[in-house]
């Protein structure tokens, strides 16, 4: 079956715009994840969505981040006014239920340049 | 708080021969799992492995086995016969049950094959 799913691959923006990231994740996993991967370092939590909503944001840097996933498979990670700090690589993830045991699978994720 | 280390930033490995990626863990949650993901060049992370706090045995994935050492919080990953095709960046990653969900990674450690 088809795997996680992000849009766009790339993504080049100016300092201070907003941009949208999609993830599709594995059809039927309730749980999604998005991470931020700067360059060196492993990925760095962001938030967790079970079902529709959001149950673990703490990983969200500051208010300028806001993710969504409205009917419980799509999710979109929004960020505003884009600063140059915003460049990393943005990952998604799902698994089926959330649990500890329970395996994250990932997308190929999105490279986010903020000029 | 949640740690992952691993200390080897690199790592060269004859091809064909077996090769031990360390990964020591800090929590004191007593129900965790540790993964490993493989992150290629390509960038998409790629589950391999997983051991539960509770298991009884090291768990092995065709040419992956997880080295699990509980007392001294270690999760050391051998892959056996090394290929070509495993040369990539490798991500030891933990999870506990009492502090949500968050996925915590270490920095990575860069394998290299040698033909």
């Known amino acids: 079956g088809a795997g996680v799913s992000q849009t766009p691959s790339n993504k080049v923006t100016e300092k201070g715009k907003y941009v949208e990231l999609r993830c599709d994740p594995i059809?039927?996993?309730?749980?999604l994840y998005w991470y931020r991967q700067s360059l060196g370092q492993g990925p760095e939590f962001l938030i967790y969505f079970q079902g529709t909503g959001a149950a673990d944001d703490s990983g969200l840097p500051n208010d300028r981040f806001f993710a969504v996933r409205p009917e419980g498979s799509v999710s979109t990670l929004k960020i505003q006014r884009t600063e140059r700090g915003d460049s990393a690589v943005y990952l998604c993830?799902?698994?089926?239920?959330?649990?500890?045991?329970?395996?994250?699978?990932f997308g190929p994720g999105t490279r986010l340049t903020v000029l | 708080a949640q740690k992952i280390t691993q200390t080897q930033p690199g790592m060269f490995v004859q091809e064909k021969e077996a090769v031990t990626l360390d990964c020591t863990y800090d929590?004191?949650?007593?129900?965790?799992?540790l993964f490993w993901y493989k992150q290629p060049s390509s960038g998409e992370m790629i589950f391999l492995i997983y051991q539960g706090s509770y298991d009884q045995q090291n768990a092995t994935e065709g040419r992956y086995s997880l080295n699990f050492q509980k007392a001294r919080k270690s999760a050391n990953l051998v892959i056996s016969a090394s290929q070509l095709g495993d040369s990539a960046m490798y991500f030891c990653a933990m999870r506990a049950t009492n502090t949500g969900n968050q996925f915590y990674f270490g920095t990575g450690t860069s394998l290299t094959v040698i033909p």
């Open positions: 059809s039927g996993h309730t749980a």
């Open positions: 929590t004191s949650d007593p129900s965790y799992g």
């Open positions: 993830a799902s698994s089926l239920y959330g649990g500890a045991s329970d395996t994250q699978y």
